[in-house]
């Protein structure tokens, strides 16, 4: 990668407004490319490698177990280890409850994936809750889990975690690709990488088909959004930290005009209900696409209200909500105010977070269990 990285974007985006598109594109290429100048397989494309899109037949689905009652867990001290996925059948490793296990998906016609999952106490007891975790640029698994606390509040109330792990094959910095066209919809790319994922889990483990969820931070946080519009059968709810509205790009160039300004958007159907967590302060993606993902995913004719909201001597927040028709909360936006292009209230063993903001993993899991899925 290059060490000029940030600068480098910096310059295609002023590029790009400045209508030079062919300079803009030779910067950002410029700016994947490994240390050294090279791309990792020579092809001069900077390494941004598209995942085949390719819906899976409802047949070759593992079937899905029966949807149960959830229930909170006793607190419980989240377990340190990791097991390691050997050769053989994933299906066929030890997940002992407690553990943060190693695994790989992948299915035909698209590129396979590593991950690791949480797997709680008391797992197999009785069905419980998923939550589908995207990280964002840069950023892995272990990383990410560190700066949510998302596994000791699995731990603790009792539900699974999975947390897919781009490559640098698919994308140099690590980066989902939610401002491609062939990654933006069901059956395609890594949306369907994602169900499909999810679904192999559900067929191994005791999940609550019901409370199925999916959050993510920056590029995951917008890849979420598009999963779950995507995948409405299968994901319950969704959270958006620092994310964009599904739609507002379809290349690099308009990916990097909607992260500085927001983006043109299409008419859309109203999606899962969604709560959104975006910084003030946020100079990566500007906040008006908080704004964005609010308003895409609400449902039309909604009665909204606001109210500022201080936990602990933390950073303020307005938080707006949005009702139904039937008085039900449907969408929560979250504005902190000072916040950076960072996981609210996050700890800082890990990158990109803001440990002095409101929680938004346990708020976005408080919205979550609000909201099953709906017959």
């Given at each position: 990668m290059n060490p000029d990285f940030q600068h480098l974007l910096q310059e295609a985006t002023h590029l790009t407004r400045l209508g030079d598109l062919q300079a803009a594109t030779r910067a950002i290429q410029q700016a994947l490319r490994p240390t050294g100048g090279a791309d990792a397989d020579g092809d001069g494309d900077g390494d941004v490698i598209d995942v085949e899109a390719r819906e899976v037949p409802d047949a070759d689905r593992p079937?899905?177990?029966?949807?149960?009652?959830?229930?909170?867990s006793p607190a419980s001290k989240p377990a340190s280890k990791s097991t390691e996925w050997g050769p053989g059948p994933a299906a066929a490793q030890p997940e002992a409850p407690g553990a943060f296990v190693r695994g790989r998906h992948g299915a035909a016609g698209l590129a396979g994936r590593d991950y690791k999952l949480y797997v709680p106490p008391g797992a197999g007891s009785r069905p419980m809750p998923l939550v589908l975790m995207l990280h964002g640029c840069t950023q892995d698994p272990d990383d990410f889990a560190a700066g949510t606390r998302m596994n000791e509040l699995a731990a603790a109330q009792g539900f699974f975690v999975l947390y897919p792990s781009q490559s640098q094959r698919a994308n140099p910095q690590r980066c989902w690709n939610w401002f491609k066209s062939n990654h933006q919809g069901r059956g395609r790319g890594e949306p369907a990488l994602f169900a499909g994922m999810v679904r192999e889990v559900m067929a191994r483990h005791s999940i609550d088909a019901d409370r199925v969820y999916v959050a993510g931070l920056s590029a995951g946080g917008a890849m979420a959004a598009i999963v779950a519009e995507a995948y409405p059968e299968l994901f319950a709810a969704a959270g958006v930290h620092s994310g964009l509205a599904p739609g507002v790009a379809h290349?690099?160039?308009?990916?990097?005009?909607?992260?500085?300004?927001?983006?043109?958007r299409k008419p859309r159907a109203p999606g899962v209900p969604t709560i959104v967590f975006h910084g003030d302060a946020d100079t990566t993606v500007h906040p008006v696409n908080g704004r964005q993902v609010f308003e895409s995913a609400g449902p039309a004719g909604g009665r909204a209200q606001s109210d500022?909201?201080?936990?602990?001597?933390?950073?303020?927040?307005?938080r707006q909500i949005q009702r139904d028709a039937t008085g039900a909360v449907t969408m929560e936006h979250w504005s902190v105010h000072g916040s950076p292009h960072a996981w609210s209230g996050g700890s800082a063993r890990g990158s990109y977070t803001d440990p002095?903001?409101?929680?938004?993993?346990?708020?976005?899991?408080?919205?979550?269990?609000?909201?099953?899925?709906?017959?």
């Amino acid at each position: 990668m290059n060490p000029d990285f940030q600068h480098l974007l910096q310059e295609a985006t002023h590029l790009t407004r400045l209508g030079d598109l062919q300079a803009a594109t030779r910067a950002i290429q410029q700016a994947l490319r490994p240390t050294g100048g090279a791309d990792a397989d020579g092809d001069g494309d900077g390494d941004v490698i598209d995942v085949e899109a390719r819906e899976v037949p409802d047949a070759d689905r593992p079937a899905l177990p029966p949807a149960g009652d959830w229930q909170p867990s006793p607190a419980s001290k989240p377990a340190s280890k990791s097991t390691e996925w050997g050769p053989g059948p994933a299906a066929a490793q030890p997940e002992a409850p407690g553990a943060f296990v190693r695994g790989r998906h992948g299915a035909a016609g698209l590129a396979g994936r590593d991950y690791k999952l949480y797997v709680p106490p008391g797992a197999g007891s009785r069905p419980m809750p998923l939550v589908l975790m995207l990280h964002g640029c840069t950023q892995d698994p272990d990383d990410f889990a560190a700066g949510t606390r998302m596994n000791e509040l699995a731990a603790a109330q009792g539900f699974f975690v999975l947390y897919p792990s781009q490559s640098q094959r698919a994308n140099p910095q690590r980066c989902w690709n939610w401002f491609k066209s062939n990654h933006q919809g069901r059956g395609r790319g890594e949306p369907a990488l994602f169900a499909g994922m999810v679904r192999e889990v559900m067929a191994r483990h005791s999940i609550d088909a019901d409370r199925v969820y999916v959050a993510g931070l920056s590029a995951g946080g917008a890849m979420a959004a598009i999963v779950a519009e995507a995948y409405p059968e299968l994901f319950a709810a969704a959270g958006v930290h620092s994310g964009l509205a599904p739609g507002v790009a379809h290349d690099v160039p308009s990916a990097l005009e909607a992260m500085k300004k927001g983006g043109e958007r299409k008419p859309r159907a109203p999606g899962v209900p969604t709560i959104v967590f975006h910084g003030d302060a946020d100079t990566t993606v500007h906040p008006v696409n908080g704004r964005q993902v609010f308003e895409s995913a609400g449902p039309a004719g909604g009665r909204a209200q606001s109210d500022e909201v201080q936990a602990n001597g933390r950073r303020k927040a307005t938080r707006q909500i949005q009702r139904d028709a039937t008085g039900a909360v449907t969408m929560e936006h979250w504005s902190v105010h000072g916040s950076p292009h960072a996981w609210s209230g996050g700890s800082a063993r890990g990158s990109y977070t803001d440990p002095t903001g409101p929680d938004a993993s346990a708020e976005m899991l408080r919205f979550f269990l609000e909201h099953p899925r709906k017959a």
